[in-house]
Structure formats: structure tokens, C-alpha cells
Antibody, heavy 121, light 112 residues
């Protein structure tokens, strides 16, 4: 079955960077895009960006341009999301998610368990 | 301030039909598909509706989606206690503020 397993919780200082991993299994890794979505405590969902594991191409939310980088390692079926210059407002649960069908749509059927990133001084 | 506007709360009694609205613009709902998610406390979101009105396998037909112009709605019929959750709409936005996926602010549904 499709599984997305994310790395564990992180605590970072303001200005630091964090890199969250999302290991995929149960399907052909290169055939499905991966989205990243975050949720600040008590707040709604925010789309961060998307990566095509097949070719490595990315598309980021304009708000995060310049601070977010998504990469993939096809040898381990893992995608990574790195966020730099962390601010207190980046404290959130970060999710990776895979669409139901191939393509870059938001039919996100499969989700990782979420990774809590806390930015604290 | 979310690009897509949802009421912060909604409520209903068991067995009732409730609808949750999602208001957008011509740059998102007006010309792109709408998606709906359900989120139970402490869990990842769950896909309820995709491409405006399609349900993934396993989602009961009590849940239905529709669109009209620049607005979308999620209807839940035969309300059940387990439907108490947060609901989010989403759509692709290709307006002047930049292209990307946008979510509504979420609606907390309470089953009375």
C-alpha cells in the first residue's frame, strides 16, 4: 500500500534551516508528484510547493520563493523539503502528500504523518 | 486572509443536511477545479471531493460537491457525529498575486 513516512520533529532557532524528509513506498516513485502542505498551530492549511520526483522540477508558493527548496533522491524514493531563514511564524506541522492520480492536481489522497517544526529562541 | 473564503463555523443535528460554502474569484474557482478536505483533530487531512464533485473510493455518497460561478459548496447529508471536523476547500489560483494552490481558511463543523 502507498506509504509516506516523514522524519521526526525538529526544534530550530530563528534564522536556521530545517530539512524534512518524506520516504515513499508502495508505488512507482517517479510517477507521482509530491506536494508539501503546512499547518501552523490552530490555523488552516497552506500549500508550500510541489516536486516532480521523475524529473526533479519544482514549483513553489510565491510567498516562500527564495526560502524553500524541494529535492528528491530516486535511489531511496525520498523527497526533501528544506526551509531556510526560519522565523517564529514557520512553526507548523509540515505534511508531504501524493495525489490520487498522476499529474500535479490537488487530489491528495495519501499523506505523511506530519512533522512538527518548532522555531524557538 | 485566505484567498478562498469559508465560514469559520457550521453546525447541524444528526440526520440533518448541512452545506459549507467556499467563495473565490475568477482566478481560482471561476475557472479551475475545487477540492475539499476533511480534517479530524490531530490527524492529516483526508480528501473528500476532487474535480468539483468526484469522490474518492471509500468516501460516502453523503458527501457531495458543487460549483456555481466563483463559489463552491460541500454538502453533507444524513449528518453523523463522526462528521464533526474541520473542512477545507482548495483550488488553483492563477491571479495577479501569483500562481499556486490556495486553501480556504477552514470551517469547523459541530454536530449538536
Amino acid at each position: 500500500q502507498v506509504q509516506l513516512v516523514q522524519s521526526g520533529a525538529e526544534v530550530k532557532r530563528p534564522g536556521a534551516s530545517v530539512k524534512v524528509s518524506c520516504k515513499a513506498s508502495g508505488y512507482t516513485f517517479s510517477s507521482y508528484f509530491i506536494h508539501w502542505v503546512r499547518q501552523a498551530p490552530g490555523q488552516g492549511l497552506e500549500w508550500m510547493g510541489i516536486i516532480n520526483p521523475g524529473g526533479g522540477t519544482t514549483n513553489y508558493a510565491q510567498k516562500l520563493q527564495g526560502r524553500v527548496t524541494m529535492t528528491r533522491d530516486t535511489s531511496t524514493s525520498t523527497v526533501y523539503m528544506e526551509l531556510s531563514s526560519l522565523r517564529f511564524e514557520d512553526t507548523a506541522v509540515y505534511y508531504c502528500a501524493r495525489p490520487l492520480y498522476g499529474g500535479d492536481n490537488l487530489d491528495l489522497q495519501h499523506w505523511g504523518q506530519g512533522t512538527l517544526v518548532t522555531v524557538s529562541s | 486572509q485566505s484567498v478562498l473564503t469559508q465560514p469559520p463555523s457550521a453546525s447541524g443535528t444528526p440526520g440533518q443536511r448541512v452545506t459549507i460554502s467556499c467563495s473565490g474569484s475568477t482566478s481560482n474557482i471561476g475557472r479551475n477545479n475545487v477540492y475539499w478536505y476533511q480534517q479530524l483533530p490531530g490527524t492529516a487531512p483526508k480528501l473528500l471531493i476532487y474535480r468539483n464533485n468526484e469522490r474518492p473510493s471509500g468516501v460516502p455518497d453523503r458527501f457531495s460537491g458543487s460549483t456555481s460561478g466563483t463559489s463552491a459548496s460541500l454538502a453533507i447529508s444524513g449528518l453523523r457525529s463522526e462528521d464533526e471536523a474541520d473542512y477545507y476547500c482548495a483550488a488553483w489560483d492563477d491571479g495577479l498575486s501569483g500562481r499556486g494552490w490556495v486553501f480556504g481558511g477552514g470551517t469547523k463543523l459541530t454536530v449538536l
